[in-house]
């Protein structure tokens, strides 16, 4: 801290300035008092950041994106006025200084520290993403050390996770250092990003140094890229941690909850609160709690007071020069974090252009749909009000194109020729719109498709006419993948530990099964024969009847719908720490482990390991099965025995990688990445049939196969999706309804028939085969 100096102001709104805590290249922070005598914390804008016609816009998103986070483990926003002459914003006062001072004066924290750190910030992720929202500049300068545990701060950069920027869109914002490798090459950033982000952080505070570093933005870009993170001084249990939020596909990294649990198995209450830190640390923080308190009761001295005689009032006190008497004499003349409480020093970003400046407008919140009254019961949950998300992704959407036909540019990437029109796309049959859909491709079952939507809904929308719901079943939790069609029932996750049976031609509740307050539920992974579904969650373990902190281990269960009961399948720790997209058929549990191995168990025999085949640190994500081959994708194609896991055969590209796979009949669709486009293999021997350039795709979705087309989506969401003929590996159209929805992809998905489902955020299209 720094005492004011002349130039600084003496108020901004109703608080009194006492002292300077930090500055940046955008503004100040001071320690300030509220009229009730409270610290705060007040961030005020430069004045010539005001030149920027944009920019006291975003820094209203800021504000309001603040105000939406909550959370213990985060700071809270008080006060603001984004329209004052000095644009500023207030919060809670922590006491303790940033990850990046305690690491640089006393050295990198110890094991137990590091695991309470990161339990805490993880809580304060879950908060993040609760409020629909990414950070995406998670750093140790934004991270606070209080005696309590740590605080997240600055949401200078934070994006809504529906896509809506709160920041200029097209300059790449953050810090190098702890940026996660979507964020370096510009693609989109999702809250896996924040993980990422923690890994790096967790890496700082436990060797004292970023896990990536390069003497050059583009070397250290490379780095985060490509590069493998640096944690040879990171000690045991953190390094297997850490890289489990250190990968480089974002689907492969742990969850938030995950990680709290991993770092704290006994609940994050356990580990934080008095003794988390170092006894130097904490005498430290504890050293600048009196500071401020000493300096609050010199400025309390120094307020106005009406004089006895009811004349005018005076000034009692120094004034300014005894303010900044008393606030070098309170802290001294120490270092100064120029990022604390939310600004990033000068030259902390460098502004790499990639796309547009996005509309200067505010975002509103459409009215909401009409919902159908569903013929039978449902379970309803309490209402909330709009999420926020929903809000920031309704502006500008009230005016789309749909089916528009774009111009293919094929470079020396693809075939040389010149740019050539497509086809026309099809025009859909129908358009559903509703509430924010979840990211799960629809289901389908006798001329319906369903899907799944936010806050919990399962929907029914025939294939005739989806336009409005055949039925909503009201009441299921919101694990991001389809319902199960399984003992003739659509089956979905409920609360806790409950699963729910739904009729899939009414929408009545067929049955709940709730396996009590010893499990939780939290992700569906599908069914494996007619009457089980497999679950991923938690089972708790208390010390006594009491209820209250219970340990958890993550756990894969079977869950038997017509015995209704539970076996665990025994997947070790660290294969269940990663994001599990298996294959599950009868008898068959098919995944990729911690280890990036591709794994297949039983799911009878006590989940008993058939084999195991290694495929390295380039494994893409997601697998496919057709007859008795299992498919995995990284430099190359594998093709294995299911049965016995001997590899059939092997596919590489010229160059370039393959990164994500579909399989229908008797074919294996493949994307590639240089050139970009689509690969068809003979599924029995590998042979290649066809390959099909194209634009850029997004290679982190599945390719969607039907009997005569395949789809693929675009790199960006308003590009839409490709569809490609099987038969002839022939580009045949791009459909789009020209929206831009951030980390909201586009779900496909293909019956028998060649019926076309696409899902975009909170559009259904239905496009019949044609």
């Not at 130039?7 to 901004?12: F, I, R, V």
């Not at 920041?167 to 964020?183: I, K, N, V, W």
């Not at 791009?734 to 929206?739: E, I, L, V």
Request: aromatic share 8%; hydrophobic share 40%.
């Amino acid at each position: 801290m720094e005492p004011l100096g002349a130039d600084d102001p003496q108020e901004l709104g109703p608080y009194r300035l006492v002292a300077r805590l930090g500055a940046g290249g955008m503004g100040r922070v001071y320690l300030a008092a509220s009229a009730q005598g409270q610290s705060v914390a007040v961030k005020a804008i430069r004045p010539e950041m005001m030149g920027d016609r944009g920019f006291r816009i975003r820094f209203r998103r800021e504000v309001g994106a603040a105000r939406a986070v909550g959370g213990r483990y985060t700071v809270p926003v008080l006060d603001a006025d984004p329209d004052a002459a000095t644009p500023w914003l207030a919060t809670a006062y922590v006491p303790g200084p940033t990850l990046a001072e305690a690491v640089a004066e006393h050295g990198p924290l110890p094991v137990e520290s590091v695991l309470a750190l990161g339990a805490g910030i993880a809580e304060a992720l879950i908060a993040v993403q609760a409020a629909g929202l990414v950070h995406r500049d998670l750093k140790p300068s934004n991270v606070l050390l209080a005696a309590d545990g740590p605080r997240v701060i600055d949401f200078g950069i934070v994006r809504a996770s529906d896509g809506y920027d709160l920041t200029r869109s097209g300059a790449l914002f953050g810090s190098f250092e702890y940026m996660c490798p979507e964020q370096a090459t510009g693609d989109p950033v999702g809250p896996e990003g924040d993980v990422f982000a923690l890994g790096s952080v967790l890496a700082f505070a436990a060797s004292g140094h970023a896990p990536f570093t390069g003497s050059a933005a583009a070397t250290l870009l490379y780095q985060v890229v490509h590069g493998t993170p640096d944690l040879t001084d990171v000690p045991e249990p953190l390094d297997k941690i850490i890289s489990l939020c250190l990968a480089r596909d974002p689907r492969l990294r742990i969850t938030p909850d995950r990680l709290a649990a991993a770092c704290a198995p006994g609940g994050v209450d356990q580990v934080l609160g008095d003794g988390w830190l170092p006894p130097q640390l904490a005498s430290s923080i504890a050293r600048r709690a009196a500071a401020v308190t000493a300096l609050s009761s010199t400025q309390r001295a120094s307020v106005r007071v009406p004089v006895a005689n009811g004349s005018a009032p005076h000034v009692c006190g120094q004034g300014r020069a005894g303010s900044t008497q008393a606030a070098r004499s309170a802290y001294g003349s120490g270092s100064v974090d120029h990022s604390a409480y939310g600004f990033g020093a000068a030259g902390d970003v460098d502004g790499v252009r990639a796309d547009t400046e996005p509309p200067e407008r505010e975002p509103s919140a459409s009215p909401a749909p009409d919902r159908p009254t569903s013929p039978g019961h449902r379970r309803s949950l309490p209402q909330r009000g709009l999420p926020r998300r929903t809000v920031l992704a309704a502006a500008g959407t009230t005016t789309a194109a749909v089916g528009t036909t774009l111009l293919l540019t094929r470079g020396k990437g693809a075939d040389g020729q010149a740019a050539k029109p497509l086809g026309p796309a099809p025009k859909p049959a129908w358009t559903y719109r509703g509430g924010p859909l979840l990211q799960a491709p629809a289901v389908f079952t006798e001329g319906t498709a369903l899907l799944k939507s936010r806050p919990g809904d399962m929907i029914c929308l025939d294939l005739k006419d989806g336009t409005r719901p055949k039925w909503v079943y009201e009441g299921i939790s919101q694990s991001p993948t389809p319902v199960a069609l399984v003992y003739g029932a659509a089956v979905a996750l409920g609360e806790g530990a409950t699963v729910i049976g739904v009729d899939p031609a009414n929408g009545t509740e067929r049955f709940t099964l709730d396996f009590g307050t010893d499990f939780r539920f939290d992700t569906l992974l599908g069914s494996y024969d007619d009457g089980a579904v497999s679950v991923i969650g938690l089972r708790l373990e208390r010390q006594s009847e009491e209820q209250g902190v219970a340990t958890s281990t993550n756990t894969v269960f079977g869950v038997d719908l017509a015995g209704r009961r539970a076996k665990v399948i025994p997947i070790s720790p660290e294969d269940v720490g990663v994001r599990l997209s298996p294959v599950i058929l009868p008898g068959s549990f098919i995944y990729v482990d911690g280890l990036h191995n591709v794994t297949v168990r039983d799911t009878g025999n006590d989940g008993a390991v058939r084999w195991r085949h290694p495929l390295g640190y380039d494994l893409r994500p997601g697998l496919a099965v057709l007859g008795r081959t299992v498919f995995a994708i990284g430099r190359e194609l594998k093709a294995m025995n299911l049965s016995t896991g001997k590899l059939r055969w092997r596919a590489k590209p010229e160059r370039g990688q393959f990164a994500s796979l579909g399989v229908v009949g008797s074919t294996v669709y493949v994307t590639g990445t240089d050139p970009s486009g689509v690969y068809a293999f003979n599924a029995a021997s590998g042979s290649k049939r066809w390959f099909c350039p194209t634009p850029r795709l997004n290679v982190n979705l599945p390719v969607t196969a039907g009997p005569e087309k395949v789809y693929v989506p675009a790199y960006k969401n308003r590009n839409g999706f490709y569809a490609i003929d099987a038969a002839r590996g022939r580009l045949l159209w791009n459909f789009t309804d020209g929206r831009e929805t951030g980390v909201n992809d586009w779900q496909l998905a293909c019956d028998r028939a060649g019926y076309l489902v696409a899902q975009h955020y909170d559009r259904t299209y239905g496009l019949p085969a044609t």
